[in-house]
């Protein structure tokens, strides 16, 4: 015990900087969950699976589990070059004592304000700009990160929305078709969707859906 509190009392110079990482690192780890939802792509893809899952009435197949952590490894390999560059110019120096704290916050803050900017619509982050009356930034870096996450958050949501719709609308069509025909034949106590399930998900399979969503996520952060 007297270990630990000597590492937050010393005034050692590589004992404040080694206690100083600790502390950084644990706050990383700490705000984590909600880095990862809010600054990166993780919640557009994940909203889309979710739609996707619905639309294709099957219920709890695929398991959360799944989608989430389809979400999570889609949201890597699309973040992956912000993630490095935020490592090679803020994390790597500050580890190796080149740079202040402060210095590479601003230095990480910058690839994600890269990233967030580019997929946020002007009228959402104006709304937070307009609400603390702050003045119109003259650029990308005087954007502040309060106003950032929650402005590019509701911009990804309505983009997971309009890509939810889209994959609704051919399940929608087999479902009214299917319901037409039970209709037309008296069976009105027969559920549709029953019937309508085994062919949605042929023709899910048969054009190859997983493989076509994926790849119009990946397209979508071009």
Known sequence: MSEFVNLFTTTDTESVSTTIKLLLLLT??????????????????????????????????PPTQ?????????????????????????????????????????????????????????????????YEGAEKPESMEEIPMRALVPAFAISELKT????????????????????????SMGMMMLPPVMISLPFKILLFVLVDGWNLVIKSLLLSFQ
């Open 66 to 130: 799944v989608l989430i952590g389809l979400a999570l490894f889609i949201s890597f390999f699309v973040m992956a070059p912000t993630f490095s560059e935020v490592n090679k110019e803020a994390l790597q120096p500050l580890f190796n004592n080149e740079i202040s704290l402060d210095e590479a916050y601003d230095k990480a803050a910058l690839p994600m304000k890269e990233f967030m900017t580019k997929y946020t619509r002007e009228k959402d982050l104006a709304l937070f700009l307009n």
């Open 28 to 61: 990383v780890f700490s705000l984590a969950p909600g880095i990862l939802i809010l600054m990166t792509c993780f919640t557009r893809v994940v909203v889309v699976l979710a739609f996707l899952r619905t639309a294709l009435g099957t219920q709890q197949t």
């Open 160 to 183: 997971a929305f309009q890509i939810g719709f889209m994959i609704f609308v051919p399940f929608l069509v087999i479902d009214m078709i299917v319901s037409s025909i039970l209709m």
